[in-house]
C-alpha cells in the first residue's frame, strides 16, 4: 500500500533526472581504506604532522588491535595554544572515544541521515568480519551523491546563509578558534584591510581546521590569524553553479571557497557541509514540485515509485501531507524523529496536536488567509513534541492543486532550527557581553551611556561614569596562571555588581579595567559613596585554590553635567582620574579635576625642550664597538643617540625617541647624529686608527621622507664620510609598511655605497619572501633570542638557523644582546660573524671610546 505522497511521486523525479536507485552505492565502496594509526602515547604534535603528511582529517588511536579513540582536525580547536606543553601530552589525552562506526553495508542515504543526527565528521567502517575497512567523512558523501543534476541546476546563492564571519589580520589564535567552536565553524575569513599587500595577496584570507592542525604540527604559538592564514581567499560568483563549485573545490584540493556578490562584496563563504545541505534542500524542492503535479504523475512505473520513495525516506527535513480538509495522510520518517509521533498516531488527525500554544489565533489565522490567496505559507513558529518540549522550526507549506486548479492536498516541510536560535542567541551574546564575566562589553556600555545621557538631560538629573581598575593585578597572573586570574576578575565582577542598584550598569573594558554608568544621581556625594562600597567590597580576600589574594583597586569619578556633556570625554576624565587615585597610593578613589592633567602639561613641556635641545647642544652620541666573534678584533661601531637636559640630566632614549617620532622632531635629529657619527668617523680615520665600519639607526618616520636619500648623500660629501665604511641599520617593520617604495629607496641607497642592516631580526615579519628582496648586507639578530642560548637548545637551534639563512644570503650577521663568554661560546660555535653587547662594553662616550679602542 503506498500514500498519496508517494503516489504523486512515482514518476516524476525518475523522468526528469534519469535516477538510479541510491540505495545501490554502500558505504564501503566510498571508504578511505588506507588507514592512519597510532599509539595512545604518541605526542600530539607527532600525531597532526602525521596527519599532515598524509594530508587526512583524522587519525585513529589504536591500543594493540583495539580502537580506542579517534582524533579530527576539528579536535585541534580546542588546543590551548599559550601552553606549548600540550604539544607533547599523548594523543589519548585529548582523543574522542569510543569512535563512531558504520558497517560496510550501509547505504549513503543512511550515511547522509546519519551524518546529520549525530553532527559528526567521520565514521570507523568495519566489514561483515567485525574488522575496520576504512573511514568515512563528509567530504566523501558530497563527492560521491552522484547527484549531478542537482549541482548543475542550483546555483551558490542557494547556499548563502548571512552572518559571515570576519576577524581582522592582527586578531589571534585563541580569537579564532574560539569563534570557530563556539560558532561551529569549520574555518573564518581573515580581512587584510585594503593596503597595498591586501591588492597584491588579495584582502581575504581563511584559517580553517587544517590550518590550525598544522600549527599543532609545527608546535608553534603566539601566531596571529593574518600569518598563518591561506591567501588569497578563493572566490566564485554568486551566480555559479554548484557543480562548478564543486569540481573547483575538488580539483585544487580546498575545502571552503568564498560567495562574491555582484557588486564585489564577499558574501559568504561555503563548504562541503553546505553543499551536502545544499543536495537536501535540493531534494525538499523538487518534492514540492512533484506534489503539486501529483495528479499527472498517477500513471508512472513501480521503478519511478522506488526513487519518490527514497527521496522522501532519506529527507532529513520533516514532511507532511494533509488532505484539502487538513488532515494529515502522510508523514516521512524525519517528521517521526522530530516530533516524536509515529505515523500511525497521526494519520486521520489535524496537524493541531502539534501546536505549543504559543501562537496566537490571529496568527494561524494571517498564515491560512495567505496560503489561501498565495498558495504557499513559509515562516518559524514554535511547535510541541509528542514528550511536550516546545522546540522552534522553519515551516514552508504549499498548497497542491490539481490541473483544474481544484485544491486536493497541503505539504509541509519543516526544519528544527534550535541549534541555529543557540547559535545565534550566542552571537548575540558575543557581540555584547563579556564572555568571561557575563558583564556589558565596551560596545554595550557605549550604547547604554548614550541612552543615560540622553534620560539625565531630560530630567535635569546628574550621571556619574566610574573607571575601575585593579592595582597590581598582573602579579597575579604572571605568578598564579591566567585561570587563577580569571577567577578573580569573576569574583571581582561579582562584587561590583553586588554594590550597584538594579538600574545601575557595570561593564568590563578588557584585562583588568572596569566602567561603572551610575544614572539618576542628585548629587556627586551618591557617586562617592557607591566609590566607597566598591573598595571596601574588593579590599576582602579572594579565596581561591585555598589561597587568599588580596585584590585592591583605583577609581576615577566623573560627573556629568559637570565634568563633560559627552560619552567619550566623560570616559577619558573618570580614566584621569583614576590614574590620579594610582598616584595617591591606590586602593582609593578620586573625582575628575581639571588639575589632573599635569601629566599632558608635562608632556607638552618635554616637547618643548625637545625642539631646542639640537641648538642647545644637548644631544650627544654614545658608541658601542662590535667584534668580530672568532677573534674578538674591533670590527664596527654603533652611534646611540642620548640627551643630556640640563634640569632633568640624562633621558631615558625610551622617553624622548618616541615623543620625537609622534612630532616630527626625529627628522632633524635623525640628520645630526648621522652628521656627527660621520664627522666621528673621520677623526677616528685622520687618527690612523684600524679600520672601523659606523653604523646608525634609522628611524621609520626619517626613512619615509622623501628628501632621506639626497640628506644622506649631502651629508656624506660634507663630513667627507667614506661610504663604504657607513652602514644604516632598518628595521623590518618600516620596511613592510610599503615594500615597494623600501625596496626603491634602499636600492637609491646602495647605488651611494652604504651598507644596510637589517636590524631586530626575528621581532618583525621575518617573511623569507620579502628578506630575499631586500637588498641588505647584514642581520642583526634580536637580543630576544641571544640571552638564552646558553641554557636553552631550541633559542640556541633558532639563532644556528638565522646565521645559516644570513650566510646562505650572503649577509654578515650580528648578534646583539651577548652578555656572557658562553652567549659568546655558542655564538662562536654556530659561525656568527659580529658580537655587540655587554659582554665586551656598554655604550661609551666618545673620548672614552678613544681610549678604550
Known amino acids: 500500500m503506498t500514500s498519496p505522497l508517494e503516489d504523486s511521486l512515482s514518476g516524476v523525479l525518475d523522468e526528469r533526472f534519469h535516477l538510479a536507485p541510491s540505495d545501490a552505492l554502500r558505504v564501503g565502496t566510498i571508504a578511505h581504506g588506507d588507514l592512519l594509526e597510532c599509539a595512545p602515547a604518541l605526542p600530539l604534535s607527532e600525531a597532526a604532522r602525521l596527519m599532515s603528511e598524509r594530508r587526512v582529517s583524522s587519525i585513529l588511536v589504536v591500543d594493540g588491535e ?49 551524518f546529520r543526527e549525530e553532527c559528526v565528521r567521520h565514521y570507523l567502517v568495519m566489514d561483515e568480519a567485525g574488522q575496520r575497512c576504512g573511514i568515512v567523512s563528509l567530504s566523501d558523501v558530497v563527492l560521491n551523491q552522484g547527484l549531478e543534476h542537482y549541482l548543475k541546476l542550483r546555483k551558490v546563492d542557494s547556499l548563502i546563509k548571512g552572518g559571515l564571519h570576519v576577524l581582522p589580520s592582527d586578531a589571534s589564535l585563541t580569537e579564532a578558534t574560539r569563534l570557530m567552536r563556539e560558532a561551529a565553524l569549520d574555518a573564518v575569513v581573515v580581512d587584510f584591510g585594503t593596503g597595498m599587500e591586501a591588492d597584491a595577496r588579495g584582502r581575504y584570507g581563511i584559517v580553517t581546521e587544517r590550518d590550525v592542525m598544522r600549527l599543532v604540527a609545527r608546535r608553534e604559538t603566539g601566531r596571529s590569524v593574518g600569518a598563518i592564514a591561506s591567501r588569497p581567499l578563493m572566490t566564485v560568483s554568486e551566480h555559479v553553479s554548484l557543480y562548478r563549485v564543486r569540481g573547483m573545490m575538488t580539483e585544487r584540493r580546498i575545502r571552503h571557497i568564498g560567495v562574491v556578490r555582484s557588486d564585489g562584496e564577499l558574501a559568504d563563504v561555503i563548504s562541503f557541509s553546505d553543499i551536502l545541505s545544499g543536495m537536501e534542500l535540493a531534494y525538499v524542492h523538487e518534492l514540492q514540485q512533484a506534489l503539486r503535479e501529483s495528479d499527472l504523475a498517477l500513471s508512472c512505473s513501480q521503478r519511478n515509485l522506488y526513487l519518490a520513495e527514497q527521496v522522501i525516506e532519506s529527507s532529513l527535513e520533516g514532511i507532511m501531507v494533509t488532505d484539502a480538509r487538513g488532515r494529515i495522510i502522510s508523514v516521512n520518517p524525519a517528521f517521526s524523529r522530530l516530533t516524536g509521533y509515529a505515523a500511525e498516531e497521526v494519520v486521520g488527525r489535524s496537524p493541531s496536536l502539534l501546536s505549543s500554544g504559543r501562537q496566537s489565533s490571529a496568527f494561524y489565522a494571517r498564515m491560512w488567509e495567505c496560503l489561501q490567496t498565495e498558495g504557499k505559507w513559509q515562516g518559524e513558529l514554535w511547535n510541541r513534541r509528542k514528550s511536550g518540549e516546545i522546540y522552534p522550526e522553519l515551516l514552508h507549506i504549499t498548497a497542491i492543486r490539481d490541473v483544474a486548479g481544484q485544491l486536493t492536498h497541503y505539504a509541509a516541510l519543516f526544519t528544527d532550527i534550535s541549534r541555529l536560535k543557540e547559535t545565534e542567541a550566542r552571537i548575540r551574546d558575543l557581540a555584547y557581553y563579556d564572555p568571561l564575566t557575563g558583564l556589558p562589553n565596551r560596545r554595550l556600555l557605549e550604547d547604554r551611556l548614550l541612552v543615560e545621557l540622553s534620560h539625565a538631560a531630560r530630567m535635569g538629573s546628574r550621571l556619574a561614569v566610574m573607571f575601575v581598575d585593579l592595582d597590581r593585578f598582573k602579579r597575579i597572573n604572571d605568578s598564579l596562571g591566567h585561570e587563577v586570574g580569571d577567577r578573580v576578575l569573576v569574583e571581582v565582577a561579582r562584587r561590583i555588581r553586588a554594590c550597584l542598584r538594579e538600574d545601575d550598569t557595570v561593564a568590563r573594558m578588557g584585562g583588568d579595567e572596569f566602567v561603572v554608568i551610575l544614572g539618576n544621581l542628585a ?49 577619558k576624565n573618570a580614566d584621569v582620574a583614576m590614574y590620579r587615585a594610582k598616584e595617591q597610593g591606590r586602593n582609593s578613589f578620586q573625582l575628575y579635576q581639571p588639575a589632573m592633567n599635569a601629566r599632558s602639561l608635562e608632556h607638552l613641556a618635554l616637547e618643548t625642550a625637545l625642539h631646542g635641545a639640537v641648538q642647545r647642544d644637548e644631544l650627544l652620541l654614545h658608541f658601542q664597538p662590535l667584534v668580530r666573534a672568532e677573534s674578538g678584533e674591533l670590527a664596527a661601531a654603533e652611534a646611540l643617540l642620548r640627551w643630556q637636559h640640563p634640569e632633568l640630566g640624562l633621558v631615558s632614549p625610551a622617553d624622548f625617541i618616541p615623543l620625537a617620532e609622534e612630532t616630527g622632531l626625529i627628522v632633524p635629529i635623525g640628520e645630526w647624529v648621522l652628521r656627527h657619527a660621520c664627522t666621528r668617523h673621520r677623526s677616528w680615520c685622520d687618527a690612523g686608527r684600524v679600520p672601523l665600519r659606523m653604523m646608525v639607526n634609522i628611524s621609520a618616520r626619517q626613512f619615509r621622507q622623501e628628501t632621506f636619500v639626497d640628506m644622506v648623500r649631502r651629508v656624506l660629501v660634507e663630513t667627507g664620510m667614506e661610504p663604504a665604511l657607513l652602514t644604516l641599520e632598518l628595521t623590518e617593520s618600516m620596511l613592510m609598511e610599503d615594500t615597494e617604495a623600501s625596496v626603491v629607496r634602499m636600492q637609491q641607497l646602495r647605488e651611494l655605497g652604504v651598507s644596510l642592516a637589517l636590524d ?23 637580543r630576544l633570542f641571544v640571552r638564552g642560548i646558553d641554557r636553552n637548545p631550541r633559542d640556541a637551534a633558532l639563532v644556528s638557523a638565522i646565521v645559516s639563512l644570513g650566510h646562505s644570503l650572503g649577509l654578515r650577521v650580528v648578534a646583539e644582546g651577548v652578555e656572557t663568554r658562553a652567549h659568546l661560546d655558542v655564538l662562536r660555535r654556530h659561525g656568527c660573524d659580529l658580537a655587540q653587547g655587554f659582554h665586551f662594553s656598554q655604550p661609551l662616550p666618545w673620548q672614552s671610546f678613544l681610549t678604550t679602542y
Open 523 to 571: 548629587q556627586p556625594d551618591d557617586a562617592v559613596a557607591t566609590a566607597r562600597r566598591i573598595v571596601a567590597a574588593l579590599r576582602r580576600p579572594v579565596v581561591t585554590d585555598g589561597r587568599e589574594l588580596v585584590v585592591t583597586t583605583s577609581i576615577g569619578i566623573s560627573i556629568y553635567p559637570d565634568d563633560s556633556m559627552e560619552s567619550a570625554t566623560l570616559i
Open 760 to 782: 631586530d631580526f626575528g621581532t618583525g615579519y621575518s617573511s623569507l619572501a620579502y628578506l630575499k628582496g631586500f637588498p641588505i648586507d647584514e642581520l642583526k639578530i634580536d
Open 66 to 114: 583495539a580502537v580506542v579513540g579517534i582524533w579530527t582536525e576539528r579536535d585541534a580547536l580546542a588546543i590551548d595554544f599559550g601552553d606549548r606543553a600540550v604539544f607533547s601530552q599523548p594523543i589519548s589525552s585529548v582523543m574522542s572515544a569510543p569512535v563512531r562506526t558504520v558497517p560496510a553495508s550501509m547505504s549513503l542515504h543512511e550515511l547522509t541521515q546519519r
